[in-house]
């Protein structure tokens, strides 16, 4: 069993970057496929990107991101960012990372419905407002 939590959200403007960090205890997240997660007010929450157990294998991102949003892992610290750039007004959220132990013949996938996810962080408010 891994708890998450999530860190580094916070208000800014747009145009401005942010990292998102998720943190594991209990468990290494190095076993885990994680996702990215967000749900704006009034909204259902939506996969922003995703990726496998092997940092090397395969990542998803949602399609309004690419090209600004970048998931990554840090094995020796056992955590994994969110590096969010050219922020706009639309990616005002809370993000929420999760998690999900895919077992030793599935290091490879990523999983984009929160369904597919057995552990959730609490969550990270990023607002991105003039």
């Known amino acids: 069993q891994v708890q998450l939590v999530e860190s580094g959200g916070g208000l800014v403007q747009p145009g401005a970057s942010l990292r998102l960090s998720c943190a594991g205890s209990?468990?290494?997240?190095?076993?885990?496929?994680i996702g990215w997660f967000r749900q704006a007010p009034g909204k259902e929450r939506e996969a922003v990107s995703c990726i496998s157990v092997e940092s090397t294998g395969s990542v998803f991102y949602e399609e309004s991101v690419k090209g600004r949003f970048t998931i990554s892992r840090d094995n020796a610290l056992r955590r994994v960012y969110l590096q969010m750039n050219s922020l706009k007004p639309e990616d005002t959220a809370v993000y929420y990372c999760?998690?999900?132990?895919?077992?030793?013949?599935?290091?490879?996938?990523?999983?984009?419905?929160?369904?597919?996810?057995?552990?959730w962080g609490q969550g990270t408010q990023v607002t991105v407002s003039s």
């Open positions: 209990g468990s290494s997240l190095n076993y885990y496929a």
């Open positions: 999760a998690a999900r132990f895919p077992g030793s013949s599935a290091t490879k996938f990523y999983y984009t419905h929160e369904d597919e996810y057995d552990y």
